[in-house]
C-alpha cells in the first residue's frame, strides 16, 4: 500500500498495463516532451521508447484517426487530447466513426477537463456529448484509487472508452475528514488529492458507484471533481446536523442506477449535481433513469429530484468558479431541500 497523487496512480496504470501488454500504444499532444503536461505519462518513452509513445501534432484529427487504425490492426491504442475542449476537432471521428462505426474496437481517449477557462477549448465539460453517442463508455473518476482501477479496466475493454480526468483532481482536492488528508475543515489545498493505492493489481468494474460518504438525510449524485466539492459541502453540513450520502457514479455510462435507488430509498431526497452547463446535462439522464427503472422509489421521494450545474452559459472569458457548483452552492441547496 502506498499513498499516492491522483498523476501517479494514472501513471502507474499506464505503465502497469502497457507492461503486461505489448500492443498497448499511446500517442498525443506533448506526452513525451512535457509528460503530457500533467506529468501522467512520466516515464513512459524511457522504458518502452518511441515505438509505443508517440507525440503528435496538435492535430485531434490525426490521433484519432490513428486510434482507429491502430485498433483495425490489432493494437490498444490510448489517444490522449490534453484537454477535453480539445476533442471537439475531432468530433466526426470520435461521435460517428468510433462512436458508430467502429463501437466494437478496444479504443482508450484520454482528455482533462479544466474547469471554467479563459477559453471554451480548455474549459469545457463535454461528457454528455459522448454519452449521446452509442459506442461510448465514459469514466470520469475522482480519486487516486479510482483513476488507477479504472484506467487499467478501460485499456482491457474491447469497446471504446473516453476516459475524462479533471485537473482539479490532479493538484488538489477536499477533505472529507479521513478519505484524502488529515485536515478537518473541509477546504480546497493544492496537492491534497492523495490516497492509499494497493501495492497488488486490482481492477474497478465499470457502472459500480462509490459510496464516499455515508448519510441518511439527502443523496449526493455526482462524479468527477464535483466528488469533492460534495464532500466538502457534507463535512460542514455535518456540523450542523444534515447527514449527506455522497454517490460517486465513477463512470456514466455505463451507469449504476442501483446504487442510486439504494441510497434514494435510505434518504427520501436526491441531488444530481455536475459540472456541465444544466441544460442538456446528464442529470436529465440520470432523473430519467432513475424514474424509468424504480418509480415507486422516485414516487415515495419526500420531495422532486432536483439538480444542480453550471448556468445556461459559455464559460469562455469567465474564468469564475462561481458559474459552476460549489461546496458553498451545494451545501445551500442541500439545506433548501431539507429544509433547514
Not at 463501437?103 to 474547469?115: C, D, K
Not at 488507477?148 to 479496466?153: P, R, V
Not at 453550471?310 to 442541500?334: E, F, Q, Y
Request: proline share 5%; aromatic share 8%; net charge negative.
Amino acid at each position: 500500500m502506498a499513498v499516492l497523487t491522483y498523476i501517479q496512480a494514472l501513471n502507474q496504470a499506464f505503465l502497469e498495463e502497457m507492461r503486461r501488454d505489448e500492443r498497448v500504444v499511446m500517442w498525443g499532444e506533448d506526452l513525451i516532451s512535457m509528460n503530457g503536461v500533467y506529468g501522467h505519462t512520466a516515464g513512459i518513452y524511457e522504458e518502452f521508447g518511441g515505438d509505443r509513445i508517440k507525440d503528435t501534432p496538435i492535430c485531434e484529427q490525426a490521433i484519432t484517426g490513428m486510434a482507429i487504425g491502430a485498433a483495425l490492426r490489432g493494437l490498444r491504442p490510448i489517444g490522449v487530447f490534453m484537454n477535453s475542449g480539445f476533442s471537439l476537432a475531432a468530433f466526426d471521428g470520435l461521435f460517428l466513426k468510433i462512436g458508430c462505426v467502429y463501437r466494437g474496437l478496444p479504443i482508450v481517449m484520454q482528455a482533462t477537463i479544466a474547469g471554467p477557462r479563459e477559453d471554451m477549448d480548455h474549459g469545457i465539460s463535454p461528457e454528455a456529448l459522448y454519452m449521446h453517442s452509442p459506442g461510448w463508455k465514459v469514466v470520469m473518476p475522482s480519486t487516486p484509487y479510482d483513476v488507477k482501477g479504472l484506467m487499467k479496466t478501460a485499456i482491457r475493454d474491447n469497446a471504446p472508452v473516453m476516459f475524462l480526468d479533471h485537473s482539479a483532481a490532479m493538484f488538489s482536492g477536499y477533505s472529507d475528514g479521513s478519505l484524502y488528508t488529515p485536515y478537518q475543515d473541509g477546504s480546497i489545498m493544492f496537492g491534497g488529492n492523495k490516497q492509499e493505492v494497493p501495492d497488488e493489481e486490482y481492477l474497478i468494474p465499470f457502472g459500480q458507484a462509490d459510496i464516499k460518504r455515508e448519510g441518511s438525510d439527502l443523496t449526493l449524485v455526482t462524479f468527477s471533481f464535483m466528488v469533492h466539492h460534495g464532500l466538502a459541502a457534507a463535512n460542514t453540513l455535518a456540523k450542523e446536523g444534515i447527514s449527506i450520502e455522497v454517490v460517486d457514479l465513477r463512470t456514466i455510462v455505463p451507469l449504476d442506477v442501483e446504487t442510486m435507488v439504494r441510497s434514494a430509498d435510505k434518504t427520501g431526497r436526491v441531488l444530481i449535481v455536475h459540472e456541465a452547463m444544466k441544460r442538456g446535462g446528464v442529470a436529465g439522464e440520470i432523473a430519467f433513469r432513475l424514474q424509468e427503472d424504480a418509480p415507486d422509489t422516485v414516487a415515495s421521494l419526500k420531495i422532486p429530484i432536483q439538480r444542480l450545474a453550471a448556468m445556461n452559459l459559455p464559460l469562455a472569458g469567465r474564468p469564475d468558479w462561481n458559474l459552476t457548483p460549489s461546496a458553498d452552492s451545494i451545501a445551500a441547496k442541500v439545506k433548501e431541500m431539507v429544509g433547514a
